[in-house]
């Protein structure tokens, strides 16, 4: 089992920047693909990013490119979410999750651990 915990949600101005947590426990961190999502109320879960277990290897969605950063500390046991020139449809829910193979990785599906989710309130 892998425990996540996320952190570092709030609420910001439209252009303001937060950066995300995840805390990971249990089993070997650095065996996992990390991956972040969000909802909005209303919408189904999206993909934000995911990155290898290496920390090698990034991918983003076309809606954050740019502005959002993922990165791991593999000593640390920890991922995070660096999200610059925040928007108001930014507004959501995030959370983040663990697979163990890096394919497919837009998917909710073949993830195989998640967090409990960071609420995330852009204004603007």
């Known amino acids: 089992q892998v425990q996540l915990v996320e952190s570092g949600g709030g609420f910001v101005q439209a252009g303001g920047s937060l950066r995300l947590s995840c805390a990971a426990s249990?089993?070997?961190?650095?065996?996992?693909?990390m991956g972040w999502f969000r909802q909005a109320p209303g919408k189904e879960r999206e993909f934000v990013a995911a990155i290898r277990k290496s920390g090698g290897n990034t991918y983003y969605s076309d809606s954050v490119k740019g502005r959002f950063t993922i990165s791991r500390d593999n000593a640390r046991n920890t991922a995070y979410l660096q999200m610059n020139n925040l928007k108001p449809e930014d507004t959501a829910i995030y959370y983040c999750a663990a697979k163990i193979g890096y394919v497919a990785v837009v998917l909710t599906t073949g993830y195989d651990y998640w967090g409990q989710g960071t609420q995330v309130t852009v204004s603007s």
């Open positions: 249990g089993r070997t961190f650095s065996n996992y693909h």
